[in-house]
């Protein structure tokens, strides 16, 4: 499953302040990152939650972000999707300074999907699906014909054209998150950043979100930054990980080299021996 | 993303909503129609079709009929299907802005806001001897329902209940429409029957002057809500999504604030406080339509709202003529039921 094309390429291991991340060789245009965080800092008002970030993350990449609750996971997030300001430092999408970008240019390369889900009355997974088509549409709202293909092929990717008809309110919390998704894809997006997308969902929901995930970075070439609680399905669906501590990234690479006991264990300050105790990892 | 073969399926829910969206749209004018039409007819001296139709020739004016009708009855009928429009709307407006399904110009105490400023304007106009002007009347009116709202609005910023944020639209109601009591009962005899009548809610102080001050203004906001539709609808999926799909949200609550103050402001500054109107129809006209689009429930709102109000007048003027009830007193029997209906089968959806 994991990107294998150079096994003996070296892991990375960034550190918070250094400003250059190597980048793996199998992503060819190195000028072309989806996604880079140049030095940021950003968080509520004055108040700084995240201290000088850097990153990069290339095309049809999939970055998990792990740490502990209030290491600002979904502060980066909405930073990322534009929703806070930086404090200082900047955000590139695509080569271009985010904050110099517009509202609806930043919905043209980038979606979301958050933990918590909306509960619209009275809307058809269809029309749920077209609201991605929203920063395509004209000042009417109303959808061409090929805005309602492209909306029909996302129902089609994540297999949820069958509900099209159905009541969004009326769906399990795993049907509620492949909708999202398919809106987020509607939205034809390059980079989709995902805010816990796993938090309410069954293992079974879990495991099919890891897989669905894998296919849209693979068939669509899509980035996807995705903070995440879960370590053994960040280890499943991410090409790289990224720690976030108390603001700082204290450790980012490849699955294998990051989710050592060792590394897990000072990044949620659990006393050495613990986590593989309570969570046997076969190795 | 290229275009790879062609879905042709079919989504018959999509083709039905429309259908639907114009089956009631047609209903709510055919109502619409037939009380206006009822609401010129009948009252304490009942015109006949030859008498009506008569009134509108060139032959009929100065008759007793046309006076009926173009002073008493039009005015009044302009007025409620206006109005009851401008509510309605209103009460979808700011049920979005607040993600709230019980939020509306009444609850929030925005009318009661207006309600206490406009008392006030007429109460220091007529005191000093100035005549009553409609332009400030609806100044007074849209002065007190943003005061309101920004309290509504602070409240709102502290707490994420929405229950709560109810119950302090509520006291704030309350609170207005205590003052504006102590306020009627110190002003002259002459102004106190005026102002008695208009602070229950009633449709029948409104002149023909009135209404050609209200139309362009309450016409101009019902646009500047439908050019707000799009925007709106991103908004219904949270801030986050909003923002995500290119939307300003400050831009766009601002307007929503205003707009929603304004169409509010106008109802109460000619027909006093009419309650229930802003929840009740939009929970009714969404559940008709079976969707939450909006620009399929604002026009669609609008026109209930107006055959809400025709009705509710109807019954206002009729049920114990002579004597004349509030308008509040019917929309609030008429309402308050829906409402709880509404209200307890969304519960049981969502348990």
Redesign the interface.
């Known amino acids: 499953m994991r990107n294998s094309a150079n096994p003996s390429m070296p892991d990375t291991n960034i550190h918070s302040g250094m400003k250059s991340v190597k980048e793996s060789a199998g992503h060819a245009q190195e000028a072309a990152a989806v996604l880079e965080a140049r030095d940021l800092c950003a968080g509520y008002g004055k108040k700084k939650i995240l201290d000088h970030i850097s990153f990069r993350l290339a095309a049809g990449e999939i970055m998990a972000v792990i740490g502990p609750n209030g290491a600002g996971k979904s502060t980066l997030l909405?930073t990322a999707?534009?929703?806070l300001s930086p404090i200082s430092g900047s955000l590139y999408l695509q080569g271009s300074d985010i904050s110099s970008m517009?509202?609806?240019?930043?919905?043209?390369v980038?979606?979301?999907v958050?933990t918590?889900r909306?509960d619209?009355?009275?809307?058809?997974v269809?029309?749920m699906t077209a609201?991605g088509r929203?920063?395509y549409?004209g000042?009417?709202?109303i959808l061409s014909p090929?805005d309602r293909?492209?909306v029909?092929?996302a129902m089609?990717l994540l297999s949820v054209?069958a509900l099209?008809?159905t009541y969004f309110?009326s769906l399990s919390d795993g049907q509620k998150q492949r909708v999202m998704l398919a809106r987020s894809i509607a939205q034809?997006p390059d980079l989709i950043l995902m805010d816990e997308p796993t938090s309410f969902l069954d293992i079974r929901y879990r495991l099919e979100f890891a897989e669905m995930a894998r296919m849209l970075a693979r068939e669509?070439d899509i980035a996807l930054l995705i903070s995440i609680h879960e370590i053994d399905l960040a280890e499943q669906v991410a090409d790289r990980i990224l720690c976030l501590k108390n603001g700082r990234i204290q450790a980012a690479g490849r699955p294998k080299a990051i989710l050592t006991d060792s590394c897990l264990e000072e990044l949620f300050d659990i006393s050495p021996g613990t986590y593989h105790n309570r969570y046997i990892r076969k190795t | 993303?290229t275009?790879?073969s062609?879905?042709s399926?079919n989504?018959?829910?999509?083709r039905k909503?429309t259908g639907r969206f114009l089956i009631v749209l047609l209903l709510f004018c055919v109502f619409a129609a037939v009380l206006g039409l009822l609401n010129l007819m009948l009252g304490s001296v009942s015109l006949s079709w030859q008498e009506l139709g008569q009134a509108f020739t060139e032959a009929g004016r100065g008759s007793t009929a046309y006076k009926i009708l173009f002073e008493i009855r039009l005015p009044r009928l302009l007025a409620a299907f206006l109005l009851g429009g401008a509510l309605a709307v209103s009460g979808f407006l700011l049920q979005t802005f607040f993600a709230n399904?019980l939020a509306g110009p009444f609850v929030l105490g925005i009318s009661s806001g207006a309600k206490l400023t406009v008392a006030l304007y007429m109460i220091c106009t007529l005191q000093t001897g100035f005549a009553v002007s409609s332009g400030g009347m609806i100044a007074a009116a849209f002065l007190g329902a943003g005061l309101s709202m920004g309290f509504v609005l602070l409240v709102s910023g502290r707490v994420r209940s929405a229950g709560i944020l109810i119950v302090c639209g509520i006291m704030i109601g309350y609170f207005c429409s205590a003052v504006t009591e102590l306020f009627i009962t110190f002003a002259d005899d002459s102004n106190i029957v005026n102002l008695h009548s208009w602070s229950q809610g009633s449709f029948s102080g409104v002149s023909m002057d009135n209404i050609r001050m209200l139309a362009p203004i309450l016409l101009v906001s019902l646009a500047g809500c439908i050019?707000l539709?799009?925007p709106m609808?991103?908004y219904?999926?949270?801030?986050?999504?909003a923002?995500?799909?290119?939307?300003?949200v400050a831009r766009l609550r601002i307007c929503l604030i205003l707009l929603s103050s304004l169409l509010s402001a106008c109802v109460t500054a000619f027909a006093g406080p009419v309650a229930f109107v802003g929840i009740a129809v939009p929970q009714l006209t969404?559940?008709l339509?079976?969707?939450?689009?909006p620009?399929r429930m604002i026009p669609a709102c609008f026109l209930a709202g107006a055959a809400f109000c025709l009705l509710a007048d109807l019954l206002a003027r009729l049920l114990f003529a002579p004597t004349e009830l509030s308008i509040s007193l019917v929309t609030s029997i008429l309402g308050a039921p829906v409402v709880i209906k509404i209200m307890t089968e969304?519960r049981l959806?969502?348990a």
Do not use: C
């Not at chain 1, 517009?102 to 043209?108: F, S, V, Y």
């Open positions: 909405r999707a534009g929703f517009k509202p609806d240019q930043i919905a043209r980038l979606s979301v958050t918590e909306p619209p009355e009275w809307m058809t269809y029309e609201t929203y920063p549409t000042r009417m709202g090929q293909q492209i029909e092929e089609e054209s099209a008809d309110s034809q669509k | 993303m275009p790879s062609p879905i399926e989504y018959p829910e999509q909503q399904p050019l539709a799009k609808g991103a219904q999926l949270g801030e986050l999504y923002v995500n799909s290119g939307v300003h969404r559940r339509l079976r969707t939450d689009r620009i969304r959806r969502h």
